[in-house]
């Protein structure tokens, strides 16, 4: 976890227990040169929840403490920090403190008790305008990795999250693809994927999948908030992910940081950012090449990612930034393969004309009020503008060998979505109790214009519709409102227990407004027919949701910690009207509603051991899910449709441990840690309509994930090893083993990976190495139901990669 002292909302969690007496310490903190008090410096007293802050004089008071002996810790723009052990006798003690002025501004101090050296930490109870108490919570620091950034590897980089299911078809790391506890890991569209706190996804509600990741060699941090995050950031099953992007430097004018990688198969990244901070004013940008062969034919990428972060401090107390993210890309898509085809050869590919487009704009305006040292206000703007395209032939049998002379099948989909939100957090005195009340709202516009008819013959990335006006198959659009209100609020009934309940009201109103169509062709491929049908569909509805949180923590370093909160997800009219050769969709689809629950204690042990270990419980009502069924022709196709009730338990673990430091006193150039994360889980659908579904498992659910490995390292070298194990689990609720001609249903085999990576700092300069898929194995994550399949899409084989950075 880093700290910058130069800003006065930063908090500094440390936990030890103090019993309560009528002992009071008043301090007074002073500059060392001048000897002028020193207004607003931070105090923190190991074991308190409180913050304490000096006045105009320097005073700061301490009240009911037991005799004793305690550990202070200041810290102060522009000031050294500073930590000291204090006496405290019977009745007032008045103590004097002075701070070294600090030239430069301090950039980061490492808490050792929370972060591992693996890069994962928890978030604190309360950060900024956020209330994170009693949630179940990991922070990813990319910084504190060895592991291969340069291609967004998620199997690495997320490593230290227990429980995720990582879909990898994507060897470049374009979109990313996680889900958990049974959810869905398409583009991640079970999580609120914000990045600075802003949404990123195509449309919140309509079409909740993100296009867009941003390179993991921007980012500060990655937080991710399970279920309970419901409350504040939206009502999804999954809970929070969002992409902390890096802050400007604040001790130079300019700042340049340039990493370029190659690696097997084409690969290339040129990474390039700047940062600075003059008087004010604060920047931080950046702009990302990236293309790749990729590991099967037919799988080419090219792609761009620039971003622009300004700051402008208003006051001492207040500022006003602006965020500007282009992304675009342009991939060749090798299509599915059927069972058959992956056991021949893994790496073939039938499909030279499939293409895929994105391109993805946002913009963030946000200000930040600090009105008081005990309250915060915290207003964003936002807005997507957005489109993809995909281009290819993909019939139902993927084994069918394709012509460049047939007309290919076109899907565009343009975004244009803007939101506010806005937050107050204000920490309270309730008698001798101390709190935090957080109140916000948001209001959300979205508006995706979805199509779908015949694109043009060949093998170019030509996204043109043919006879736009005859030969559509659908044409939508999807205006959607939302309006939401929530409250959560924290109350420490003591300094070991807290009690943190929440409500959050929506009110959404989704339209589907449009019209899809049905083309009959002869035997010759020519047209019979052609049906067209209007749809109007507006479907509003409010609702009220509720969770409560508990947190106990015995001592400083142990945590207790409980909650549940009601989830919900709105069904998504873009998908209703999709046409797929292998697929029908319900049109009687309803909202998926239950609830989130875990159980879990966490902490660490002497800076040695860092640990999180939990239960957790998911309750899945409407869910939604893929089912086979024959048709009149005695076809096997996919019905997506409200499957039934399922539910989800399991243990989910993870574990550090820092090996040098059981040895006193602790090497200072030699390091070596171990981290292990398992997650079982039982899943079951409980009730279902469906014939032959109900008592079948859950499908995206491995029933063990595993994920371990170390790192080790020598001064400024280091190394980590990683190793990754899935069981087998099901890609549709009948739990279809063989995959058939389509392949886009049926069992996903188990799998093990192992990933190797290699740093060394030198000054400026940095090289990294690193081998993923160290043993070269053949497996497969996902199933695709369409794009960028049908069919199984195989999972890249061993690679090579080669990092030099340089900073200055």
């Known amino acids: ?52 802050t000096t006045d105009s004089l320097g005073r700061f008071f301490v009240p009911n403490l037991k005799t004793g002996t305690y550990q202070l810790q200041f810290f102060s723009l522009n000031h050294k920090p500073f930590k000291t052990d204090v006496t405290v006798d019977a009745g007032t003690v008045t103590l004097e403190f002075t701070l070294e002025n600090s030239e430069k501004t301090l950039r980061e101090v490492t808490v050792t008790a929370q972060q591992g050296s693996f890069g994962q930490t928890r978030l604190r109870e309360v950060e900024g305008t956020a209330i994170f108490a009693a949630k179940k919570s990991e922070v990813i620091l990319p910084d504190n990795l060895v592991a291969n950034l340069a291609t967004n590897n998620a199997r690495q980089v997320y490593a230290r999250v227990a429980g995720l299911n990582i879909w990898e078809n994507d060897g470049g790391g374009l979109q990313l693809s996680i889900g958990g506890r049974g959810l869905d890991p398409n583009r991640t569209s079970n999580f609120n994927v914000r990045q600075n706190g802003y949404d990123i996804s195509a449309d919140a509600l309509g079409y909740p999948e993100s296009y867009y990741t941003p390179p993991i060699e921007a980012l500060k941090r990655i937080k991710i908030v399970r279920g309970a995050a419901s409350l504040q950031y939206g009502t999804q099953f999954g809970g929070l992910l969002n992409f902390e992007m890096r802050q400007p430097v604040t001790d130079r004018t300019f700042e340049v940081t340039s990493r370029q990688t190659v690696g097997s198969f084409g690969f290339f990244n040129s990474f390039n950012s700047v940062s600075g901070t003059a008087k004010k004013l604060s920047y931080y940008a950046f702009f990302q090449y990236k293309k790749a062969d990729g590991w099967r034919p037919n799988a080419h990428f090219d792609s761009k990612t620039a971003y622009a972060d300004i700051h402008y401090q208003i006051t001492d107390e207040s500022r006003i930034g602006l965020e500007v993210t282009h992304m675009d890309y342009l991939a060749q898509q090798p299509g599915g393969l059927s069972d058959e085809m992956f056991r021949q050869n893994p790496r073939q590919s039938n499909r030279e004309r499939n293409w895929f487009k994105v391109d993805w704009n946002l913009f963030n305006l946000h200000y930040d009020w600090k009105l008081s040292p005990r309250s915060e206000i915290n207003l964003i703007g936002f807005g997507v503008v957005a489109s993809r395209y995909s281009l290819g032939f993909r019939p139902n049998r993927v084994a069918t060998v394709d012509n460049e002379a047939i007309e290919r099948d076109l899907i565009a989909g343009d975004f244009r979505n803007w939101g506010l939100e806005g937050r107050f957090l204000n920490r309270y005195k309730l008698g001798q109790k101390d709190g935090v009340f957080l109140v916000g709202t948001r209001f959300y516009h979205g508006f995706n214009h979805s199509r779908q008819g015949v694109g043009p013959t060949g093998k170019t990335a030509d996204f043109t519709f043919v006879e736009p006006d005859q030969l559509m198959s659908s044409d939508y659009r999807f205006p959607n409102r939302n309006v939401s209100l929530f409250a959560e609020n924290v109350l420490f009934l003591s300094s070991k227990f807290s009690v943190t309940p929440g409500l959050r009201y929506e009110y959404i109103r989704t339209t589907a407004d449009g019209f899809y169509g049905n083309i009959v062709r002869d035997l010759a491929g020519n047209i019979i027919t052609i049906t067209k049908t209007q749809e109007n569909r507006v479907n509003p ?29 709105s069904i998504t009219f873009s998908d209703m009207r999709i046409a797929n050769p292998s697929a029908v969709i319900d049109p009687d689809l309803q909202d998926e509603r239950g609830f989130s629950a875990d159980l879990g204690v966490r902490g660490e042990k002497n800076q040695v051991l860092n640990y999180d270990l939990s239960l957790f419980a998911l309750n899945y009502g409407n869910r939604i899910g893929e089912v086979q069924f024959y048709d009149e022709n005695d076809r096997v196709l996919r019905k997506r449709t409200n499957v039934g009730r399922a539910l989800i338990v399991g243990l989910e673990s993870y574990g550090e441990a820092e090996l040098l430091r059981l040895w006193q006193p602790p090497s200072d150039r030699w390091s070596w840690s171990v981290f292990g994360n398992v997650a079982l889980i039982r899943s079951e659908y409980v009730k279902s309509q469906i014939p032959g579904v109900q008592g079948n498992e859950v499908e995206f659910v491995p029933a063990v994930n595993l994920k371990s490995g170390m790192r080790a390292g020598y001064r400024n070298l280091k190394a980590s090893f990683q190793f990754t194990y899935l069981t087998d689990q099901y890609s549709d609720a009948t739990n279809a083993v063989d995959g058939g001609f389509s392949a886009v249903v049926g069992r ?26 160290l043993t070269n194995e053949f497996y497969y994550t996902r199933r695709a139901t369409g794009y960028p399949g049908p069919g199984i899409l195989p999972s890249d084989g061993r690679a090579f990669f080669l990092t030099v950075g340089v900073k200055w």
């Open 748 to 773: 996903i085999p188990a799998y093990h990976i192992m990933d190797f990576s290699l740093s060394w700092t030198y000054r400026w300069l940095k090289l990294e190495g690193s081998v993923n898929n």
């Open 1 to 52: 976890m880093k700290l910058k002292v130069y800003s006065f909302s930063i908090f500094f969690l440390l936990f030890v227990h103090v019993s309560l007496a009528q002992n009071t310490l008043l301090g007074i903190v002073r500059e060392k040169t001048s000897n002028a008090p020193i207004d607003g410096c931070s105090v923190y007293l190991k074991g308190s929840r409180t913050i304490f």
């Open 541 to 569: 509805r409010g609702f009220l949701i509720a969770g409560l949180g508990l947190s106990y923590k015995p001592s400083a370093a142990v945590e207790l910690y409980g909650n549940i909160s009601q989830n919900y997800r």
